[in-house]
């Protein structure tokens, strides 16, 4: 009797156990089909992308003419050095702006602290509207200038509170202690509190790296220069757009020498993902850690 019922217990578990794999291996399948269609078509033959219809599932070589097409010293390579720099130059800025003043506010007496955590709180509820940040950044003089990619969204009122949350936690007696030896707020910022923030400092540079990597409406706004476009920008204009990408777009080559239109924007598109896909690895594993230990504490 009890082989029969540990039979039918069995029965109803193994069941569910194939049901979840089931699911797992459809979703894991919905995620890298597309993924592997997109490199596929862009190192695909110009043959082989017009016989599947301009969307190649598995090439049927390996064809680099589209990356060597982009890299060829044409709008999308120059657009690609100056999303690196808005990316690694604003991820700097925001990082520098956001960790002193998190660290500010977490300090009890600082100067201002209750109505600039207020402001800071504020801005994360309400967000100012299109117009009135467009005539800021234009009452500054920042139109049709990087900084303009940079600035408006530098600091994060959210990445701010994850920072001070976790600058929070920091035990006082350490900082009392270098305060003791004579070590200045500079001081101990600098050489206490940041390298013990770094997996926090990872999860918000992550945060701000991917923003400004992935932004592309700001540059509509506020860039008329296509010498100054982001990779984004480039990628909603030639990709989604499905705007034709001309020999001169593209270093000057040849036109009959081109590849198809579908490898050129499928090889943009990769070249979009790939530092991301990059980066995060090295800081995945500073991810969870950051993010909960910037939250526990408010």
């Known amino acids: 009797m009890s082989t029969i019922q540990k039979g039918i217990e069995d029965g109803p578990a193994m069941s569910s ?22 490199i596929s078509t862009s190192i695909a033959s110009q043959q082989h992308v017009t016989n599947s219809g301009g969307f190649v599932l598995w090439p049927d070589a390996l064809h680099l003419d589209a990356y060597k097409a982009i890299f060829n010293g044409g709008v999308v390579q120059r657009a690609l ?87 929070m936690g920091i035990p006082d007696s350490v900082l009392d202690s270098a305060r003791i030896d004579g070590a200045g707020d500079f001081r101990i910022f600098w050489s ?23 932004a592309f409406f700001n540059a509509m706004l506020y860039i008329s220069d296509t010498a100054k476009w ?28 081109l590849p198809p239109q579908e490898s050129i924007q499928m090889a943009i598109l990769v070249v979009s993902l790939v530092p991301i896909l990059i980066v995060y690895p090295f800081l995945q594993r500073h991810f969870a850690k950051g993010m909960l230990t910037g939250a526990v504490k408010g």
């Open 17 to 38: 156990r194939v049901l979840k794999t089931v699911v797992l291996v459809v979703c894991c399948a919905v995620v890298v089909i597309p993924f592997l269609g997109v």
């Open 81 to 167: 050095l100056v999303s690196v720099v808005i990316a690694v130059g604003g991820t700097l800025i925001s990082l520098a702006g956001s960790t002193m003043l998190a660290y500010s506010l977490s300090r009890p007496g600082s100067f201002g602290q209750r109505p600039i955590l207020m402001i800071v709180l504020f801005s994360i509820l309400f967000s100012p509207g299109l117009i009135p940040n467009y005539l800021v950044v234009k009452q500054f003089g920042l139109l049709d200038s990087l900084f303009a990619l940079i600035l408006p969204t530098a600091i994060s009122g959210f990445n701010v509170i994850v920072l001070r949350s976790f600058f």
């Open 192 to 214: 206490i509190v940041l390298p013990l923030s770094r997996a926090v400092l990872a999860v918000v540079g992550l945060f701000y790296a991917v923003g400004y990597w992935n």
């Open 230 to 257: 982001p990779l984004q920008l480039v990628l909603r204009t030639y990709v989604i757009n499905n705007t034709e990408l001309s020999s001169g777009d593209l270093g000057g080559a040849a036109a009959d020498q």
